[in-house]
């Protein structure tokens, strides 16, 4: 028994030392190996470029992995201490390594017959994250194991938990409990209560499966156990446990749509800069802070007032009928993964898709998910009396009984009106705007963009019509034009004859092409001044201008006010037949509104790296000894392209279209305003320009496939109410100003017959403003008989 005893001590100790030597050539095998984990005190993971508005609040975030890294001094000791109690409970005694755990998890893998359970510290799954590949082998494990255990002899155990807490993933894209809390909560994570500590800290086993969108009932089951956990280790009592499991909880969803980013096409258009200037990588990974010009409050206005004025538009010419009609088999697979992926009612005013399903006394009844409403029978007026039709009958629209029959199974918008107080919610029809709309407004003082809508949707068309739209701007072109004239010698007060004019061109094959330009109200006016002729938009008068003052000049004229995009130079220019996008009239408008100085429409103010340095910025005092290296000062161009008297002029011939002309929708603003009407011949574009001192705002509204508007959808009917719309909420609280009047401006009493001087007694007179030394010297009075020069412009010279 002795010798047998002392063999197996022998066999043993043999034994013992053979694992030792194992376990030591294993650990020096695969130490020269591994990484350092001294690497770990400059942690720098990928983290969220956020783009800020004006005011600094967020407008977009672009990252990978959705990641905010704080201090653990700003967590509150509730969740350390829950994601400790329910992911590694002896983490403040254990040097990495606890070896109980892992024998636990050992003899677990070993029945599986492979590695099922990891038995990981926090320090442990530290190392895999931030050192070594996920893959779940034995050997990733001893080296993980050989990690852990130096990184508690480099790091303290709060560096630890702030490598833990910043690096985990705990679901929705979220890395890390700040993006999380914001994720979850909507909120900075030293504002959790213990409820939603507790939370998260059930998340990191598995995010999904314990997600509280996907499973709220598996989601605080999680949570009990976490706060379970906490009160066993001493953390909480059992009170404080029981109370905050009960513990209503407020989900805050960061998927809001426009209104977390009421800003999408602006955000694309600094997203895009951003990857074009710094890459990819560091637009996505390397946490830019980037400070812009948009003004959350004249954005929002912006986005309502081009989503109201389509849908109004829309609405003024009928229902088209209903997305779809479904089977009966479709509706239900439609209505149950629509019940499957909400969370929550539709809120009222919300807009859903719903199937009709029949109908009774109320009205046609609709399902959406799993609820069901009701669509009053004349609820729509703009459609017409709702009916409901035969199940397998078309759609069908009866235009002399004013009634619009939709059969059951008909796939239809509508928007939730009212759900309290009524036994099932009141809706109302609606449908999705064929047609497309833009705006832009900046200020004109230093070109920054303050809204931008490039469309009624961008979840469904990220088409920036703004900037990359291109469409033939009708009248709105004219005040450029009549600024070239102004520099040509023409006057406010200047007459030109408004009759008919005809064209003929031999084309290359030797046939003769007429051209009868006509205006838009088919009549002519005869003797008219130029502000009459831009009040009301006269486009032979205006032709005539474009003749005598030169294709050529006019087009480089156009493009010293800053339009870029190709001018067609025939007399077809005159009535804006050429494209340019709303950003370029903008501009130009903007030189009027700024007394002859063109500035570049910016959007980036500063931008910030992730450390806090700046690596561009508009202000000077942001590089006190120069821009670095990496650095750069964002110069404000400006540039003098038009002198003070001819801005002051146009900008005054604008506020005469505003007062008595095509432009008097902006009368509505109560303020000084300047603003000129567009509409192309074939009514397939709408437009509404112009400005206030402080403002420059331009409005458009067509088909992105060209189609007409429609019989009457003019600039100002179709273009004007969402300029309008916007402006009045945009300088609610803008001072009222006057705009500025150069000092050598001549006020002189006219007769707007003539155009000539008449004694202020006059009865018929008009006060009409002149650039220095071009005021007419000659009365009214004294001229029996009027010489024109030409058929069309009267000899300003002989008159003076």
């Known amino acids: 028994m002795k010798k047998l005893l002392r063999n197996f001590l022998l066999l043993a100790s043999a034994a013992s030392l053979l694992a030792i030597l194992a376990l030591a050539s294993a650990y020096f095998y695969f130490s020269s190996s591994l990484p350092r984990v001294d690497t770990l005190e400059d942690y720098s993971p990928p983290i969220i470029t956020s783009v800020y508005s004006f005011d600094g609040r967020v407008l977009a975030e672009y990252a990978h992995e959705r990641r905010i890294v704080v201090p653990v001094t700003s967590m509150p000791p509730h969740l350390i201490q829950a994601f400790v109690a329910a992911e590694d409970a002896h983490f403040f005694q254990h040097r990495g390594i606890n070896f109980l755990s892992i024998l636990r998890a050992a003899l677990k893998n070993v029945r599986a017959g492979g590695i099922r359970q990891g038995g990981s510290t926090i320090t442990q799954q530290v190392a895999k994250s931030l050192l070594l590949s996920p893959e779940k082998t034995f050997t990733r494990k001893f080296k993980e194991a050989i990690l852990a255990w130096r990184m508690e002899n480099a790091l303290s155990k709060e560096g630890i938990l702030y490598l833990y807490l910043n690096q985990i993933y705990l679901g929705h894209a979220s890395y890390g409990v700040e993006a999380a809390s914001q994720t979850y909560f909507g909120k900075p994570v030293n504002q959790l209560t213990l409820a939603e500590c507790a939370l998260l800290a059930g998340l990191p086993q598995a995010p999904s499966r314990y997600s509280p969108y996907r499973n709220l009932q598996r989601a605080r089951e999680r949570q009990r156990y976490v706060l379970g956990r906490m009160a066993k280790e001493g953390y ?452 509404f320009a112009g400005f206030v001192p402080q403002l420059v705002a331009v409005s458009w509204i067509g088909f992105d496939q060209g189609e007409p508007l429609g019989k009457g959808e003019t600039g100002s009917r179709a273009a004007a109410p969402a300029w309008v719309a916007f402006m009045k909420e945009a300088v609610k609280d803008l001072p009222v100003r006057q705009f500025a009047v150069p000092d050598t401006i001549e006020f002189r009493p006219v007769d707007p017959t003539t155009g000539l001087l008449t004694p202020e007694d006059s009865g018929s007179l008009t006060v009409e403003a002149f650039a220095p030394g071009t005021a007419p010297s000659r009365f009214a009075l004294d001229e029996s008989t009027l010489r024109a020069r030409d058929f069309f412009r009267l000899d300003m010279e002989n008159l003076r």
């Open 236 to 687: 909480i009592t059992a009170a404080e446990a029981e109370e905050a499991a009960l513990a209503e909880l407020t989900l805050q969803p960061r998927s809001a749509g426009d209104d977390k980013n009421p800003a999408p096409y602006f955000s694309e258009q600094v997203r895009r800069y951003l990857e074009q200037t710094y890459g990819e990588e560091l637009l996505y990974q390397g946490g830019l802070k980037v400070f812009t010009t948009l003004d959350i409050h004249m954005q929002r206005a912006a986005r309502q007032a081009v989503r109201l004025n389509l849908e109004d538009y829309d609405r003024r010419h009928g229902y088209r009928g209903p997305e779809n009609i479904l089977t009966p088999t479709e509706t239900e697979i439609f209505l149950a993964a629509q019940k499957s992926s909400w969370n929550q009612p539709p809120q009222e005013g919300s807009i859903v898709e719903g199937v009709v399903t029949g109908s009774d006394k109320t009205g046609l009844l609709v399902r959406f998910g799993p609820f069901q409403g009701y669509l009053g029978e004349k609820s729509t007026p703009w459609a017409g009396v709702l009916g409901l039709a035969k199940e397998g009958a078309p759609f069908r629209l009866d235009r002399n009984r004013n009634t619009v029959w939709l059969p059951p199974g008909a796939l239809i918008l509508v928007r939730i009106v009212k759900t309290s107080g009524e036994d099932r919610p009141l809706l109302r029809l609606e449908q999705r705007p064929d047609a497309q709309s833009c705006l832009v407004a900046l200020d004109p003082a230093n070109g920054q963009i303050k809204a931008m809508v490039g469309g009624y949707d961008f979840a469904e068309s990220q088409f920036n019509r703004v900037v990359q739209g291109y469409r033939q701007p009708g009248s709105a072109f004219k005040p450029i034009l009549y600024a070239a004239a102004l520099d040509k010698g023409y006057t406010p007060a200047s007459i030109i004859l408004d009759t008919p004019i005809v064209f003929k061109e031999r084309k290359p094959g030797g046939k003769i092409v007429t051209w009868k330009p006509q205006n838009y109200s088919q009549r002519f006016s005869g003797p008219t001044t130029l502000r009459k002729a831009l009040t009301h938009s006269y486009n032979v008068v205006t032709i005539k201008i474009l003749q005598d003052i030169g294709v050529n000049y006019a087009a480089n004229y156009a493009a010293k006010l800053g339009i870029e995009s190709p001018i067609f130079k025939d007399l077809t220019m005159a009535l804006g037949s050429s494209a340019l996008s709303p950003m370029e009239l903008a501009t130009a408008f903007s030189v009027f509104a700024n007394g002859g100085i063109r500035i570049t429409p910016s959007y980036i103010v500063k931008i910030l790296d992730r450390n806090g340095q700046v690596l561009e910025s508009t202000d000077p005092a942001d590089f006190p000894n120069g821009p670095g290296e990496g650095q750069r000062l964002i110069e404000v161009k400006r540039e003098r392209v038009l002198s003070p008297e001819t801005a002051y002029l146009v900008t005054n011939l604008m506020e005469s279209v505003v007062r008595e002309g095509t432009g008097s929708r902006a009368k509505a603003l109560k303020r000084p305003a300047a603003a000129k009407t567009g509409t192309t011949n074939d009514l397939k574009d709408a437009w």
